[in-house]
């Protein structure tokens, strides 16, 4: 069975401390796997897709990576605009249905 | 203007009240999904469409249906609604194979 798991829950970090949050999958066939920044009282904002191992994307103080089995956010120098909720999500080949992951709710303190 | 449109966003009602919660897009997608969010367990799909013939049923379907009724539009319907769909309703749309999902605002409906 298709899965996504996020870790932590929560997190809080002191402005300019950077850190990684982490999203484990269980999926049959990979084709994507995708973050997503969620504000309160917004739906889902896209920020990245990464398809294969050993793939990276950057986005500003944003960087994502993938392995065959979990992908990490790493955020460097975070700002308290970068307070959020962030969600993983995998596409597999079965059904082309997406798989969310719960979230890391991120709290940046000036 | 945004590119998926939530209506309402906002709805209280009654149990055992017909509701339908609207979605319109102007991203020019094929596909179409509806998912409900609950703290803790994050979105979950009710209901999805690859096409305006095209309906197929989620994670979590029962109780609920919907209408393609264009290419831009697809609507949720709780036929006679009940205290624990109260939840917060998302519409979102993608393009084809491997790419990413698009996101409205979203629906909070509550039941009393």
């Known amino acids: 069975e298709d899965q996504v798991t996020q870790s932590p829950e929560a997190l809080r970090l002191q402005e300019g401390e950077s850190s990684s949050l982490n999203c484990s999958y269980t999926v049959s066939g990979l084709r994507g796997l995708f973050w997503y920044r969620q504000d309160p009282g917004k739906g889902p904002e896209f920020l990245f897709t990464l398809y294969s191992a050993g793939e990276e994307k950057e986005k500003e103080r944003l960087k994502a990576t993938l392995t065959k089995k979990e992908s990490f956010l790493h955020i460097t120098a975070p700002k308290p605009e970068d307070s959020a909720t962030y969600l993983c999500a995998v596409q597999g080949s079965v059904g082309n249905q997406f798989y969310f992951g719960t979230g890391t709710s991120l709290t940046v303190i000036p | 203007d945004a590119d998926v449109t939530q209506t309402p966003r906002n709805r209280i009602t009654k149990t055992g009240k017909r509701i339908m919660l609207e979605c319109s897009q102007t991203k020019g997608h094929d596909r179409m999904y509806w998912y409900r969010q609950d703290p803790g367990l994050g979105l979950r799909l009710i209901y999805y469409?690859?096409?305006?013939?095209?309906?197929n049923k989620g994670e979590i379907s029962d109780g609920y249906s919907v209408s393609r009724q264009a290419q831009a539009k697809f609507s949720l319907s709780l036929e006679s609604a009940i205290p624990n769909q109260t939840a917060l309703y998302f519409c979102a749309t993608s393009g084809n194979d491997f790419q990413p999902q698009h996101f409205g605002d979203g629906t909070r409906l509550s039941i009393l």
């Open positions: 469409s690859f096409d305006v013939k095209d309906i």
